[in-house]
């Protein structure tokens, strides 16, 4: 099978950004698969490439890097121009590239573009991937309002959804709100992924006693105000959406309750985080330090030392529909997830017994919950456990890249059958006339 897959955030476990493409396609290229992937550069990525378009291999894939860069610290006129500028250059290799199935995966939905162009232009089955609902979190945070342009993004999104040979869901609470929206029958849920894989690797290691990185083994050693305390951790992107100041207050409820043997770090970055870290200097909060980004491996490093990791976004509806990668990166390494969405994680939660959900912008509460992990081992211990669990019996990476393969198997598959159909039709008016 021949898979193009356009996706603009492409990294591998050297960057400091989701791996989800990179992990399915190599494991599709070990099964026999051709993948390539069409992206660009985000600022949290390792890609370097040179030129306008350079293409590289990485672990068998075929990557075309288009030399665009990517950051949310961006404004809004320059992400829609790199979201544009992308779809634009793309579309010459949906229109040129050989394949049996084209994988566009969204957002932005205007990866869409490329992958619409190879279902039209070549009869190419397209399965289109929603990862977040895009359009419909800008209504609800207020960044999108002229009703006219969220009609005209909405009919582009609804083209996409029933263009598509399958659309995949990356949660119950997405797949629910695209059956609602465009009456979707073609529909998958495939969730992120464990990287249970990574965390084998590594699981042996352990930090040292100073705060330096060591190059041969990529182990990071435990800093001095860190070690013989209990590990608080927050990772992934500091933006408008994920609402990190609830971790500081959180931190001042435990500074008030001098609860000074918990440390919470937040390993990331992002837009607010320059005023995060303002306003942690007007509060005096010692006991919270921001750590920058770090590669897929550091994180899962530091994850191993944690007594829990935490999940905080802004208490809006479409946010509870979220598949956030730190939360299984948690389940992989036995940390139990605090965290504050009241939709489908909230379910999984209770229903694993591997985390604790409390109200959204309850300080006070996730302040409880953080104590009683820490102070109560065989709680921790149990969560801890049912958290690996899952990582294994439900979001494996290998598990979950077959799946996905899958559906790209019956894709291309139908495909094929419908040109093959085709061809036999124009055959047959040939001979009729």
């Given at each position: 099978?021949?898979?193009?897959?356009?996706?603009?955030?492409?990294?591998?476990?050297?960057?400091a950004?989701?791996?989800?493409?990179?992990?399915?396609?190599?494991?599709?290229?070990?099964?026999?698969?051709?993948?390539?992937?069409?992206?660009?550069?985000?600022?949290?990525?390792?890609?370097q490439?040179?030129?306008l378009?350079?293409?590289?291999?990485?672990?068998?894939?075929?990557?075309?890097?288009?030399n665009?860069?990517?950051?949310?610290?961006?404004?809004t006129?320059?992400r829609?121009?790199?979201f544009?500028?992308?779809?634009v250059?793309?579309?010459?290799?949906a229109?040129?590239?050989p394949?049996?199935?084209v994988?566009?995966?969204?957002g932005?939905?205007?990866?869409?573009?490329?992958g619409?162009?190879?279902?039209?232009?070549?009869?190419?089955?397209?399965?289109?991937?929603?990862r977040?609902?895009?359009?419909?979190g800008?209504?609800?945070?207020g960044?999108?309002?002229?009703?006219?342009?969220?009609?005209?993004m909405?009919?582009?999104?609804?083209?996409?959804?029933?263009?598509?040979?399958?659309v995949?869901?990356?949660?119950?609470?997405q797949?629910t709100?695209?059956?609602r929206?465009?009456?979707?029958?073609?529909?998958?849920?495939?969730?992120?992924?464990?990287?249970?894989?990574?965390?084998a690797?590594?699981?042996?290691?352990?930090?040292?006693?100073?705060?330096?990185?060591?190059?041969?083994?990529?182990?990071?050693?435990?800093p001095?105000w860190a070690?013989?305390?209990?590990l608080?951790?927050?990772?992934g992107t500091?933006?408008?959406?994920?609402?990190?100041?609830?971790?500081?207050?959180?931190?001042?409820?435990?500074?008030?309750?001098?609860a000074?043997?918990?440390?919470?770090?937040?390993?990331?970055?992002?837009?607010?985080?320059?005023?995060?870290?303002?306003?942690?200097?007007q509060?005096?909060l010692?006991?919270?330090?921001?750590?920058?980004?770090?590669?897929?491996?550091?994180?899962?490093r530091?994850?191993q030392?944690?007594?829990?990791?935490?999940?905080?976004v802004k208490?809006?509806?479409?946010?509870?529909?979220?598949?956030?990668?730190?939360?299984f990166?948690?389940?992989?390494s036995?940390?139990?997830?605090?965290?504050?969405t009241?939709?489908?994680?909230?379910d999984?939660?209770?229903?694993?017994?591997?985390?604790?959900?409390?109200?959204?912008g309850?300080?006070?509460?996730?302040?409880?919950?953080?104590?009683?992990?820490?102070r109560?081992?065989?709680?921790?211990?149990?969560?801890s456990?049912n958290?690996?669990?899952?990582?294994h019996?439900?979001?494996?990476?290998?598990?979950l890249?077959?799946?996905?393969?899958?559906?790209?198997?019956?894709?291309?598959?139908?495909?094929a059958?419908?040109?093959?159909?085709?061809?036999?039709?124009?055959?047959?008016?040939?001979r009729?006339?």
């Amino acid at each position: 099978m021949k898979v193009i897959y356009f996706y603009q955030y492409f990294t591998t476990p050297k960057g400091a950004w989701s791996t989800r493409a990179y992990e399915f396609a190599r494991r599709w290229v070990k099964a026999g698969d051709q993948v390539t992937v069409v992206t660009s550069v985000y600022d949290k990525s390792d890609l370097q490439p040179e030129g306008l378009v350079a293409q590289l291999e990485i672990d068998g894939i075929d990557v075309r890097v288009i030399n665009l860069r990517l950051s949310n610290k961006h404004g809004t006129l320059m992400r829609v121009w790199t979201f544009v500028a992308y779809a634009v250059i793309a579309s010459w290799y949906a229109l040129r590239l050989p394949c049996d199935v084209v994988l566009a995966s969204s957002g932005p939905f205007t990866v869409g573009i490329p992958g619409l162009l190879a279902r039209y232009v070549r009869r190419k089955p397209m399965v289109f991937e929603v990862r977040d609902l895009w359009l419909e979190g800008s209504v609800q945070l207020g960044l999108l309002r002229n009703q006219w342009l969220i009609r005209v993004m909405g009919f582009f999104e609804r083209v996409c959804c029933r263009a598509a040979a399958t659309v995949v869901a990356l949660s119950e609470g997405q797949a629910t709100w695209l059956r609602r929206q465009y009456n979707l029958e073609r529909l998958e849920v495939i969730p992120n992924a464990s990287d249970n894989e990574l965390v084998a690797r590594i699981e042996k290691s352990s930090f040292d006693d100073d705060d330096k990185r060591d190059s041969d083994d990529g182990a990071l050693r435990l800093p001095a105000w860190a070690k013989d305390k209990k590990l608080v951790l927050y990772t992934g992107t500091l933006g408008l959406i994920d609402d990190c100041g609830q971790i500081l207050d959180v931190a001042r409820a435990l500074q008030e309750r001098a609860a000074d043997y918990i440390e919470i770090i937040l390993i990331g970055d992002g837009k607010e985080r320059a005023a995060l870290e303002a306003r942690q200097q007007q509060m005096q909060l010692t006991h919270v330090h921001f750590l920058g980004l770090m590669s897929k491996e550091m994180v899962t490093r530091w994850l191993q030392q944690a007594c829990c990791s935490l999940f905080v976004v802004k208490n809006v509806p479409f946010l509870a529909t979220a598949s956030p990668n730190k939360l299984f990166d948690a389940f992989a390494s036995g940390v139990p997830v605090i965290q504050t969405t009241q939709g489908w994680i909230k379910d999984l939660l209770a229903e694993e017994r591997c985390g604790i959900t409390v109200a959204p912008g309850d300080a006070e509460a996730m302040a409880d919950a953080v104590l009683q992990l820490a102070r109560e081992d065989d709680l921790r211990r149990s969560l801890s456990r049912n958290a690996r669990r899952i990582a294994h019996e439900r979001f494996d990476r290998d598990l979950l890249a077959n799946k996905m393969r899958q559906v790209l198997l019956r894709a291309a598959a139908a495909g094929a059958g419908s040109a093959l159909t085709d061809k036999h039709n124009e055959t047959e008016c040939t001979r009729a006339a």
